[in-house]
């Protein structure tokens, strides 16, 4: 292959990847990269952690593993890559092979030939298209420029209270941001019946929910804005919803992103349903001598078949890698993805990875959930603590179809979940994941590891061996109907019951699991029994129990009272792990 010259229009996360990747291999190729923003090769993932105080200094986002800082004089010396900052791509021309561009700084223009293109336009956040929506004190937090003033307003004084408007991934970052160290007094408005919409399934959710509560973050559900408004008082701002009036100095939006794919739509290239840029497997668009990749492109999702935007840093500079092996000669492939995600909000970490249960059966999928909330390592070793796994099985064929889970150890989490992700695109079954195999010591795992137990819990309910309810299912039947031949039957020790017993009285009938065989005598046969333990473990031995002795109006909540208890239906603090 001749020297080629090679353009990229953006270098934030994708552009950089394809420069060095390609100068690597094919150190005599020409490379140029254009960015309309000052600031390049950041990682615009930790903006929350600069905003929040956890990093001191906007720099370190822009430097190396080894503290150098990644600056247009950075490329060009120790890569040998030009970069053009301040400059925006304005028009691409396929036929002669140039990019337009606009230079901020000067305003003039000028034509950048190129033998192959690359588009690494990232995304932009949706707008919030109410009245007010653009007042000064309204920010985006979409780039370094936006982080510099939020914080400097923070650090300043100048926000006692703030508004979120969006309860995602960002939304529940940025109240983070802004409450723990700061102490600003922080409202998430979400359209959506729960937080983090589209990512988890309810139950999860609202575990998430009573966690931001716990640490004091107000947060309306289902509640749209209306308007945005100068302060009549004390504060800069109103936010008026549906429902009511928030004061505010700063208001957030975080209502996700869309891909920045204008460039490429009006040089004729082809777009999906989205928005985003279609590509191939070797990340060519529809014209071979342009790729794509980051967060403007569709990738195929390879549970559903379907094409997906999915913004993710990690994706980008693995697909920028790609693209660079291919520039360079190269025959490299991006099969799809299945979607994993994790973030942390104050002390719990959130992650998941292929489809929820609702995603699951939107797709028309015929599937199931299992939830096991178990010890994240030994029973025993110091410093354990609970992890909650809900994993979506597909029915008849048994398939691993995602998982999703909250734990306080991010990374004992994560690494559960990466290890269900790397199963999903093999078609793997609940047999691969039962007897997968894991590390283990007492300091890092259990025995029977949490995603192997998992699994096995999967199997028993498709088996029919345990009949199995939610949490939101016991709360309206058990707390809030309150039907008369409905009891509790807790099956775990006097002591743990006794509160319960005494705020609920006959409705909750206390027979520990070990004396249960003597007992049957003792439960009413015409009452429908929820049967709860700790986490659910103890609940299906006793469910197996019963049928046995032909009480079969039970069903077994899934992680007993430790699920009640996060999800803010029982008071208390966590439940005895195990």
Not at 285 to 301: L, V
Not at 396 to 425: C, E, F, H, M, Y
Not at 457 to 484: M, S, W
């Amino acid at each position: 292959m001749d020297q080629q010259r090679v353009v990229i229009i953006g270098a934030v996360a994708l552009g950089p990847k394809v420069a060095c990747r390609l100068k690597r291999l094919r150190p005599d190729f020409q490379v140029t990269m254009v960015d309309q923003g000052e600031y390049i090769s950041y990682g615009g993932c930790g903006i929350p952690y600069y905003i929040s105080g956890d990093l001191s200094d906007i720099k370190e986002l822009m430097s190396t593993s080894f503290h150098m800082e990644r600056t247009p004089e950075f490329f060009e010396n120790a890569k040998d890559v030009r970069v053009m900052t301040r400059t925006r791509a304005l028009a691409v021309d396929r036929e002669s092979k140039t990019v337009k561009v606009h230079h901020l700084d000067n305003g003039q223009e000028e034509d950048l030939p190129y033998d192959k293109l690359v588009l690494a336009t990232g995304s932009h956040p949706r707008r919030l298209t109410v009245p007010g929506g653009d007042l000064p004190q309204v920010l985006r937090v979409a780039n370094l420029n936006d982080a510099l003033v939020v914080r400097e307003q923070i650090s300043q004084g100048q926000v006692g209270k703030a508004v979120i408007i969006g309860a995602g991934a960002v939304g529940l970052e940025m109240a983070e941001a802004l409450s723990d160290l700061w102490g600003v007094e922080t409202t998430l408005v979400e359209i959506a019946p729960q937080v983090l919409p589209g990512v988890l399934d309810p139950g999860l959710a609202r575990m998430v929910l009573t966690n931001l509560e716990g640490h004091e973050i107000t947060v309306h559900l289902q509640e749209t804005v209306k308007e945005i408004r100068a302060g009549r008082g004390d504060y800069a701002l109103e936010v008026v919803t549906a429902g009511r009036t928030l004061d505010a100095d700063l208001v957030i939006t975080a209502l996700g992103v869309a891909p920045n794919s204008q460039l490429a739509r009006d040089s004729g290239l082809l777009a999906g349903p989205s928005g985003g840029v279609v590509v191939n497997q070797r990340l060519q668009t529809s014209d071979p001598d342009i790729y794509a990749g980051g967060d403007c492109i569709e990738n195929i999702h390879l549970l559903t078949g379907k094409r997906v935007h999915f913004p993710s840093g990690s994706l980008a500079n693995r697909q920028g890698r790609v693209i660079g092996t291919n520039l360079a000669g190269g025959a490299a492939t991006f099969p799809g993805i299945v979607g994993s995600f994790t973030l942390k909000t104050f002390d719990m970490a959130v992650a998941a990875t292929g489809l929820s249960l609702t995603a699951a059966r939107r797709e028309g999928l015929d599937a199931i959930s299992a939830l096991v909330i178990q010890a994240d390592r030994a029973h025993f070793y110091p410093g354990q603590d609970l992890m909650y796994l809900d994993l979506v099985v597909e029915k008849k064929t048994r398939r691993l179809l995602g998982v999703q889970g909250l734990g306080a150890n991010g990374d004992a989490l994560v690494g559960r979940i990466n290890s269900i992700a790397a199963l999903l695109p093999r078609r793997a079954t609940l047999e691969d994941l039962s007897n997968l195999e894991v590390a283990y010591a007492p300091p890092f795992a259990a025995a029977m590891d949490i995603v192997n137990a998992v699994a096995n819990t999967a199997e028993n309910i498709l088996d029919g061996y345990n009949r199995t309810t939610d949490v939101a299912e016991f709360e309206k039947c058990f707390l809030t109907d309150q039907p008369e031949d409905t009891i509790c039957l807790d099956v775990r020790g006097a002591q743990n019951a006794a509160p319960y017993v005494d705020l609920f009285g006959e409705r909750w009938l206390n027979i520990p699991q070990e004396t249960l065989k003597d007992r049957f005598a003792e439960i009413p046969a015409d009452k429908r029994l929820f049967v709860v333990c700790n986490s659910g473990v103890r609940s299906y031995e006793a469910l197996r129990q019963l049928e046995t002795a032909g009480l079969c109006n039970a069903v077994n909540l899934q992680g007993g009272v430790a699920a009640l208890k996060k999800s803010g239906l029982l008071a208390g603090g966590e439940e005895e792990k195990k």
